[in-house]
């Protein structure tokens, strides 16, 4: 009997997405959908806005697809039409502040900084809610109920969600194998970050999601949790040595996602918002 393919969809971040493209391999179908909050993702799409044709700034398409999504609230839909076997997440994109602009919800990130959409009129007068503010916080609670709830109404049902439990790592490995912090994070330019208080947001957040879910498997790497500093995407605390992504790809294929790695030819689909 053929073997069936799974469909995996990734709710989170490059942390997750990596495992592919790090690894050489890929899976037979992938949605990866990203820069986007809870609140975010199930808000109305922002009044008056219309994405640029080609990417704006220094954009690549992926990343403009992102933020166009999270403005034009299009993942959503997206996500339960692919009707994925396997569900993914990981809340490390969950760092950026929130906007409220008009009747809608979006996420602040890097991407949305640089694409530009912040002067147009349907952002301009966009109100901030610090990621780390009680406010925020209580937005995302009542988002990832909502969340559930679509979960279990629609064919994500189905699916197999796994939580990818991440924290930001507090210490790199130097090239030549030496132990030192990270220091100077930032989450946008001139915006620095404490790595504790955001560690301490990702385990409220990941408790409260178990609780509103359908049971969820979860794999972490915590004991090979350090930052890189020649990772490909450059030193973060939240892009992690090889060894991280082998013992995370480890325990995905424990399982049962051996075959998404197990192809080096196939290639995983674009990123999408």
């Not at 301009?124 to 610090?130: D, G, H």
């Not at 049902?157 to 130097?174: M, Y």
């Not at 030496?178 to 385990?203: F, H, K, M, T, W």
Request: proline share 8%; charged share 25%; aromatic share 8%.
């Amino acid at each position: 009997m053929p073997r069936i393919a799974p469909r995996i969809a990734i709710v989170g971040s490059c942390i997750t997405r990596d495992l592919w493209p790090i690894h050489g391999g890929g899976a037979e179908a992938l949605l990866y959908i990203s820069r986007t909050s809870f609140p975010s993702l199930l808000a109305a799409p922002v009044e008056g806005f219309r994405p640029a044709r080609q990417p704006p700034g220094d954009l690549h398409r992926h990343e403009h697809n992102a933020v166009a999504a999270d403005l034009q609230k299009t993942a959503l839909a997206r996500l339960v039409a692919f009707q994925p076997t396997h569900l993914i997440f990981d809340f490390i994109d969950e760092r950026f502040d929130l906007l409220a602009a008009g009747g809608s919800i979006v996420t602040h990130s890097a991407e949305l900084e640089r694409s530009g959409y912040r002067s147009r009129p349907a952002l301009r007068r966009a109100r901030t809610a610090p990621r780390l503010s009680a406010a925020c916080e209580r937005l995302w609670l009542d988002a990832a109920g909502e969340f559930a709830a679509v979960v279990r109404a629609t064919p994500l049902a189905r699916a197999r969600p796994i939580l990818h439990g991440a924290r930001w790592a507090s210490d790199q490995r130097l090239p030549d194998g030496r132990i030192a912090p990270v220091r100077d994070v930032e989450i946008l330019s001139g915006q620095s970050a404490e790595i504790a208080a955001y560690n301490a947001l990702l385990e409220r957040q990941e408790a409260a999601f178990a609780a509103l879910m359908p049971p969820m498997a979860r794999i972490d790497a915590d004991a090979q949790r350090l930052a890189d500093p020649t990772h490909r995407w450059g030193l973060s605390p939240f892009h992690y040595v090889p060894e991280y992504y082998d013992e995370v790809r480890r325990q995905l294929a424990a399982l049962g996602l051996e075959a998404a790695f197990s192809d080096p030819r196939a290639a995983p689909s674009a990123p999408a918002g």
